[in-house]
């Protein structure tokens, strides 16, 4: 990792004009559109901005937030501090062989557009991940992932600012201490650190390609091993059917699916990624049409015991693997469950989509906070769990 260490420290940036804002409103960076203020407001295009800005700013005793494209965060009151937001945006590869390209890109650009520019170059790992919102300096931060990918699959490493030191650091993938939803990040001990850059690993070579290529043995055997496993999914994907009368459709799992299209390599990556995007646009609402931050809590995990227990006396609970003794409890099915607060009108969960709280009328941070407070409660009384919100509150 020295040569990254060394490109890091070694980088020479053009400092251009800084932006440095007082009573600046929050509103367009929050996908809740809540109105809130920040003391001040910095934001910066390159990394010798952010610098000159740290070296000149007298007053280093004041608070300070760092705020990407705000749709993780829920601000319930004016912030009375600083508010850092990055606006690096440029891509450069820094390795690259036959079979797989690593590219440092700019925290702040959006995370979807960068998914983009790899489907469009026929790079693979992050196509899963399509339209989640955000920029792509919380990726890290949030461990980000959807249908059965995390993007910590995918980082190498990431370029931050440290405040405590004002200093460049380089943190590898096993120093991000990644986990479900959660990195080193969010710890008390880092969150002086400001990510500037994101290295990210990418195939070039297709998934059932690279598939194939890992069996063991000579081609024959490869392929009879790869074409077994083809009707091994297919049977799963079959077992996952459902039916739904009311609404006239076909379910399937889809983490099978994919699984199964990518071994044939009937799917190509555009597909995919249309795929996901059609998915989540008939499940989560755009915070253009109404304000939200998707997914508000995180899927509870317990150990069996429990799980086996919460199955025993509720016969639809819908429980995912996680590990050898623990398993992923659905947050949205037990939220389904609850009696939901009453008294919100402007706040309320989405109607396709038990895990999204929408902001149907401007309601206030604070209302929105205390409505998601209730549920957690009520999750507590009926099935003694303890849901935790994925959003950051302020």
Known sequence: MANYRERLIKSNYKIKGMDLFENYSLKKYNTFGIDVKASEFFSFVNIGELEEFVEKRSDSSKPFFILGGGSNVLFTQDFKGLVLHSKIENIEVIEENDRTVTLRVGSGLEWDKF????????????????????????????????????????????????????????????????????????????????????????????????????????????????????????????????????????????????????????????????????????????????????????????????????????????????????????????IKNIELPKGYHKVGLYKDQTLIIVNKANASGREIFDYSQKILEKVQEKFQISLEREVVVI
């Not at 980082?155 to 120093?175: H, M, P, Q, W």
């Not at 915070?287 to 199955?311: D, H, L, R, T, W």
Request: glycine share 8%.
């Open 115 to 334: 998914v983009a520019y790899c489907v469009e170059r026929s790079l693979y790992g992050i196509e899963n991940l399509s339209l989640i919102p955000g920029n792509v300096g919380a990726a890290p931060v949030q461990n980000i992932g959807a249908y059965g990918t995390e993007v910590e699959e995918v980082i190498v490493g990431v370029c931050a600012f440290d405040f405590g030191k004002s200093e460049r650091v380089y943190l590898t993938n096993d120093e991000c201490c990644f986990r479900y939803r959660d990195s080193i990040f969010k710890r008390k001990t880092h969150e002086h650190m400001l990510i500037t850059y994101v290295d990210f690993k990418l195939n070039k070579i297709p998934p059932h390609r690279r598939k194939l290529m890992g069996y063991r043995g000579n081609i024959l055997k490869k392929r009879l091993k790869h074409y077994t496993n083809i009707v091994l999914d297919l049977i799963g994907a079959l077992r996952t059917l459902k039916f739904n009368r009311k609404k006239k459709s076909i379910g399937i799992d889809y983490r099978i699916l994919r699984n199964l299209m990518e071994n044939l390599g009937f799917i190509s990556l555009k597909k995919v990624r249309q795929t996901i995007i059609n998915k989540r646009n008939s499940k989560i609402p755009s915070p253009k049409q109404i304000g939200n931050v998707g997914s508000f809590f995180k899927n509870p995990i317990v150990c069996m015991e429990k799980a086996n227990k919460i199955k025993r006396e509720f016969a639809g609970a819908v429980i995912y693997p996680y590990d050898t003794k623990n398993v992923k409890i659905s947050a949205g099915w037990l």
